[in-house]
């Protein structure tokens, strides 16, 4: 699939290839079941989104920003997020939290941010400010759709991805009986 997957994924995305070679050695074909290229790319772009507290974004940690709260949720997860105690008109590090979560909003914005950062024309306060409006506006869209979806659209949506899938299963399940000679 061309779908990314976050990097906290790669030691499945592993195991995964590592049981797809050993099908690959044992029951060779034309057909590989899991293409070697596939790999590395679906890892383009992805990585680990940083939570409040610098570590990883993870509701079992609770250092999340709530994306479907109220605007003044959303205001506050972001002012706790964890910053340096550099003094304003100092350079700001550039691989800070603020930094990161706001490339994920507004990417032109977190340039310009970037640039603030290192000539020192922005404080920690100021850049929070910046990333809580970014997420707001950011989010907004999907806040407002999911405010207005029914419980009848959510379970249409579920049964057609689960149909997709299934068929998406069936089609590589056969390819596998073909491989290994078994017939259903």
């Known amino acids: 699939r061309d779908d990314p ?18 099908f690959n050695i044992n029951y060779p074909g034309r057909t590989r079941i899991f293409n070697e290229e596939v790999k590395e790319r679906i890892f383009a772009g992805t990585g680990i989104v940083p939570g409040v507290d610098g570590a990883k974004m993870s509701k079992s940690y609770g250092n999340t920003i709530p994306l479907f709260a109220s605007d003044a949720e959303i205001q506050k997860a972001v002012m706790s997020v ?37 000539a020192g024309t922005v404080g920690y306060k100021e850049a929070k400010e910046l990333l809580s409006k970014a997420i707001i506006a950011g989010t907004h869209d999907m806040r407002v759709k999911r405010r207005d979806i029914t419980t009848e659209q959510v379970e249409k949506i579920l049964m057609k991805g689960k149909t997709k899938a299934r068929a998406f299963a069936r089609k590589k399940m056969d390819l596998v009986h073909r491989r290994i000679g078994v017939e259903v």
Do not use: C, N
């Open 5 to 22: 997957v976050g990097e906290d994924q790669r030691q499945h995305i592993e195991y995964t290839r590592e049981i797809a070679a050993k």
């Open 82 to 118: 964890k910053t340096g105690s550099e003094p304003m008109g100092s350079a700001l590090q550039v691989d800070d939290t603020v930094l990161k979560l706001f490339k994920y909003f507004d990417p032109d914005g977190a340039a310009a941010l970037a640039s603030r950062y290192q």
